[in-house]
C-alpha cells in the first residue's frame, strides 16, 4: 500500500499483522500494489517513472530491491503497473500468486506503452505487443494468473469499420499471442481486464453495454482461443 507522510509524498508501506512497515525504497514517492501468495515478493511504483521488484526471505521489511528495466533500447523509459491510459490508477493484480511474474506497461521508441511480462529477476522485460498490425498503439497489463503464464489488461485497437480507435480486453498466453476479447456492446466500445483465476480460465474487469454505461464483466475461456463474456450487471467496475 501507500502512506501519506509529513514531508507531502507518499512512501510504499506493508503490514503483516503488527504496525505498518515501510518499505524502503530507493525513489520516492512510492506504493505498492502487488503481493505473491506467501508475502514474499512485491511490486509497485516510485519515483514517478519506474516500477520496482522487492523481494525478502523472511518477516519484516528487510529485502531485496530491483528497479526494472524499460523495454531492449528504449531511452530513459517509464515503466509502470496497475496503472493505464494517462496515468490513471486501475489497479488489478500486477503479480503472480506464485512470485515469479510482474505484469505492467512500459513506454516505447514510438512514444506508446505497451504491456509487459517479466519473469523471475525481471532483468529485462517481454513485450506483449497490442491488438493492432504491427503491435501499434498502446496496451496495458494489469493481472496475471498464478504461475505467470497468463495475462489480462487492455489494448487499444484500430476499427477500420467506424473510424475510431477503441480499447478492449485482452487475454495473453505464450501459445495464443493477444487476444481480443471484445465489449458487451461490441467492437465500438471499450473494456478491460484486470485479474484472473489461478488458472486463468477466468477473467474479471469492466465493459461498456448497449447503454453506454460501465458494468463489471467476466470471460471464461471455452477453448484455448475463445473466451464467453458475462455481463455481471449493474453500473459498476471490477
Not at 23 to 49: F, H, I, K
Not at 73 to 102: A, E, Q, Y
Not at 133 to 149: E, F, L
Request: contains cysteine; hydrophobic residues 35%.
Amino acid at each position: 500500500g501507500k502512506e501519506l507522510i509529513t514531508s507531502g509524498y507518499s512512501i510504499a508501506v506493508m503490514w503483516e499483522g503488527g504496525p505498518w512497515l515501510e518499505l524502503r525504497t530507493p525513489q520516492v514517492p512510492a506504493a505498492a500494489y502487488g503481493v505473491s501468495d506467501d508475502g514474499m515478493v512485491m511490486t509497485g511504483v516510485m519515483g514517478g517513472s519506474s516500477a520496482f521488484r522487492f523481494g525478502r526471505t523472511g518477516v519484516g521489511a528487510t529485502g531485496t530491491f530491483f528497479t526494472l528495466p524499460g523495454f531492449a533500447g528504449v531511452s530513459s523509459p517509464h515503466v509502470t503497473v496497475s496503472h493505464g491510459p494517462d496515468g490513471v490508477f486501475v489497479g488489478g493484480r500486477p503479480i503472480s500468486g506464485d512470485g515469479s511474474t510482474i505484469v505492467g506497461a512500459a513506454s516505447t521508441n514510438a512514444g506508446d506503452f505497451n504491456a509487459f511480462r517479466c519473469v523471475v529477476s525481471c532483468r529485462s522485460l517481454q513485450n506483449l505487443g497490442t491488438l493492432n498490425p504491427g503491435n501499434t498503439g498502446n496496451s496495458y497489463a494489469y493481472g496475471v494468473n498464478r504461475d505467470g503464464s497468463a495475462v489480462t489488461g487492455e489494448s487499444e485497437i484500430e476499427l477500420s469499420a467506424f473510424e475510431t480507435t477503441r480499447s478492449h480486453a485482452f487475454s495473453w498466453t505464450a501459445a495464443t499471442g493477444m487476444l481480443d476479447l471484445g465489449t458487451l456492446a461490441g467492437p465500438n466500445a471499450d473494456s478491460r481486464g484486470k485479474a484472473m483465476s489461478a488458472d486463468g480460465s477466468v477473467i474479471v474487469g469492466e465493459s461498456q453495454v448497449p447503454s453506454g454505461d460501465t458494468h463489471a464483466a467476466l470471460w471464461r475461456r471455452q477453448t484455448a482461443t475463445i473466451f464467453t463474456a458475462q455481463d455481471l450487471g449493474a453500473p459498476g467496475y471490477v
